[in-house]
C-alpha cells in the first residue's frame, strides 16, 4: 500500500517536520514517562509516533467500527453462561494457575451466592490487523481484517490516541497537504469513554463514592491513563478520582457493610489498569484483594466474568466444537452475528490426537509459511516457520500435541513511513498496523444497559513484527492515526 504522501522526503524538509512534530508532542500531552524512571514524572519523553497517518481502506475502518458492538455483546454473554465457560475453559482451568484463581473467584462470587453488585462496566479494545491475500496486487477484493487482540483489563492508549490524530493533521498542514487531512476520521475516543465512567458512577447512586484505578506505580503510560481522569473531572468536577495499587488495597482496604472502603473513601467503581499478567500476582495476597472487591458493592471494571469472556475469546477456545454457536440465543440476529464474528478470526485447526489433528500436522509441515502453532495457554508459545516445524516434529504423536492448535497465518500489507521515537535517528521504515476500537458497555444483571463503540486508535510496528498471526517481532508500538483510503 502507498505511504498517504510521497515519501521520502528530503532531508531540510524532513528535519523541520519532525521537530515540529516532537514539540507539537510534548506541548500537547502526548507525552510518556521514559523508560529509566517509570515511577516519576519529572522527566517525560514524547510518545513514538510515526510522522505521518497510515492508509487504511475506509470499508474495512468502518467494518471494525460496526463489529465492536458484536463484541461487546459476546462478552456480556460469555460472562454470564456458567456452563459455556466452564465448558470451553475446562482444560486451562486444570492446567493454568491464572485462569483456575479468575474461575474460583467467579464461583464463589456470582454461581454460589448473589452477587451484591449487579451492575458491571466494561472499557474494551478489540485489534485488528490487515490480512491480503496477494500482496502484490492489493484490492478491495483480497484484503480484509482479522482479530488479533481484544482487551477489557487496561484497554489502553486512548488518550494518546485521540491526541495523535491533531498531531497528524497538523504535520500534514506543515507539508504543504491540508486538503488531504480530512481523510484522517475524528477520534472521540477518550471523551465517549468518560461519558460512560461517568454515568456508571452516577448509577452507583453515592455522590462522595470515588472511582479508583488499580494501577502499577512504574507504568511509562501513566500519562495515557490520565487523559481519562482529566475528562471525566471535565464532565463532572465533583468526581473524586484516585489512584491506589494492590499493595494498597492489601495494606488498607475493608469491607463495611459490604462497601469498599480505603483511605476514608467508599468506592464506587474499581478500575483496573493492571491485573491481566499472572506476575501482577506475586503472592496469595492479591488474589485475596481481587475476591475481597469482586464481593464488594463497587462496580468492577471489568468484573472477573468480563476477565474471563476476555481470556476465552484469546484463548480461541470458542471456535473448538462449534462452541460459539450455543451464544446465538444472546444476539438479536442470531446467526448471522456469530458469523460476522468467525469471518474475523484467522482459520483455527486443532492438533488433537485424532486424524484430522494428524492431517493438521502434515499440511503445516508441508507448508510452514502458511501456520503458525500456537499454544493454548494464555501466556504460551507462538512460533512460526523453523521454530513451528521444529516443536511439531519434537511433539510428534505425544499428546502434548493437543495443547496447541495451527492458526492462518495473517499477511498484512506494507507500508512505508517514517518511524520517530526519543533517542534515535528518524527513520523511514516499512510497517505494519493495527487498528484499535475503544468500547464502552454497562450491563445489570443479565441485562445490557449501555453497548457503545468509543473510538479508534491505530498502532504501528517496523515489518519484522509477530502478532496474532501476523509476521511481526515484539517492536516499539508507534502511535499512529488512520488515512482513510
Known sequence: MEACISLPLEKPLLDEIVVRSKDFANMHGIVMRRPETPTSSDVVCFTPHTLVPSPVPKKLFYQSLAIQNDFNLLIHAMSHDYEFLKSVLKSSIQQEEFVKRHFDIYEEVYIHNTPCQPIILGMLRSDYVLDCDDLENISNNNIKIKQVKLFVTSASMAGLGTQCTRLHRFNLENLGKQDIAANLPECKAVENMAKVFAEAWRMYGNKKAAI?????????????????????????????????????????????????????YEIGIVYYRTGYLIEHYPTDKEWEARL???????????????????????????????????????FPDGEDAINRIRDLFPGLYTLDMDSEGSKNVQKALQNPNKYVLKSRKLEGDTLYDEDLVSKLNELGEDKRRAEYVLIDRIKPPVVKNYIVQSGKDVENRETVSEIGIFAAIISQGENLLINSTCGHILKTKTKSYKEGGASVDNAVEYIDSPFLV
Not at 479508583?212 to 481519562?228: A, E, F, G
Not at 465533583?238 to 482496604?253: H, L
Not at 468492577?300 to 466474568?305: A, D
Request: hydrophobic fraction near 40%; charged fraction near 30%.
Open 212 to 264: 479508583m484505578l488499580i494501577i502499577r506505580h512504574n507504568s511509562t503510560t501513566v500519562t495515557d491513563q490520565r487523559w481519562l481522569e482529566y475528562e471525566i473531572r471535565h464532565l463532572d468536577k465533583s468526581i473524586p478520582i484516585i489512584r491506589r495499587g494492590f499493595k494498597d488495597i492489601i495494606e488498607r482496604a475493608k469491607l463495611v457493610d459490604n462497601k469498599l472502603i480505603i483511605d476514608d
Open 292 to 330: 475481597m472487591i469482586e464481593k464488594s458493592l463497587a462496580i468492577k471494571c471489568p468484573s472477573i466474568g468480563y476477565r474471563l469472556a476476555c481470556i476465552t475469546v484469546l484463548k480461541q477456545e470458542i471456535f473448538r466444537s462449534g462452541s460459539i454457536e450455543r451464544l446465538q440465543k444472546y
